[in-house]
Every structure is written in structure tokens, then in C-alpha cells.
């Protein structure tokens, strides 16, 4: 069986960091990972994914020099290191991981249930 758990969101003020963590039970290692967002009424979005081997990273302009992905291997966890954070930055924050280097929800084979992230400024 093959899980995702994100974990670390929270309510947070203007300017403050946060670091979300993905645990990952089940995966292959090879797989590409990635986070998602998705606020209210808006459409799901891709902040950021990272290959399997951790040398190729995306991330989203609006997220670009504020947010890190990073991973560790041996523990199975993804991370998203977020500083700076803004209110715009308020959203549901998913962590999926799939076959092919790809920050698209439709690529994507599997999703973890979500922690919230807000910021009030």
C-alpha cells in the first residue's frame, strides 16, 4: 500500500516560515514527488516537485526564492521549507508523487489528504 502524509501547516502571520513535511510509505524511490495547492474556489495548482533522484526541481513563479523542496531519502520524507509566507499563500497544501518528472495534478499517481496553510497579514 502506498500512503502520503503531509504534516506542519498551521496559521501563521505575514513573513513567517513553515516547513511542511510528506511521509511517504510504499513509494519507490525513483519516483518524482511534488507539492500542490489549492485555496478556496480556486482550481488545484502545482507549488513545486522534485525528481527522483533530487537533482531536477520546478518551482512555481509565484512561490520562486521563497519556497525550497527538498527530500530525504532515507526517511522517506519530502519536505517544502516556506518563508516569507503571504497571505495569497493561504491554501489546502498536497504532497503527491508520480512516475514522471511533473508539477501537473494530472500526472500525478498519488495525493496525500492535505494540511492547511494560513497566513493572515
Known amino acids: 500500500q502506498k500512503h502520503l502524509v503531509e504534516s506542519g501547516g498551521g496559521s501563521v502571520q505575514s513573513g513567517a516560515t513553515l516547513r511542511l513535511s510528506c511521509a511517504a510509505t510504499g513509494v519507490p524511490s525513483g519516483w518524482c514527488t511534488a507539492w500542490f495547492r489549492q485555496a478556496a474556489g480556486k482550481e488545484r495548482e502545482g507549488v513545486s516537485c522534485?525528481?527522483?533522484?533530487?537533482?531536477?526541481?520546478y518551482y512555481s513563479n509565484f512561490v520562486k526564492g521563497r519556497f525550497t523542496i527538498f527530500r530525504d531519502r532515507a526517511q522517506n520524507t519530502l519536505y517544502l521549507q516556506m518563508n516569507n509566507l503571504a497571505p495569497e499563500d493561504t491554501a489546502m497544501y498536497y504532497c503527491a508523487a508520480s512516475r514522471t518528472f511533473s508539477c501537473l495534478p494530472g500526472a500525478q499517481a498519488l495525493w496525500g489528504q492535505g494540511t492547511q496553510v494560513t497566513v493572515s497579514s
Open positions: 522534485i525528481s527522483g533522484e533530487g537533482l531536477a526541481t
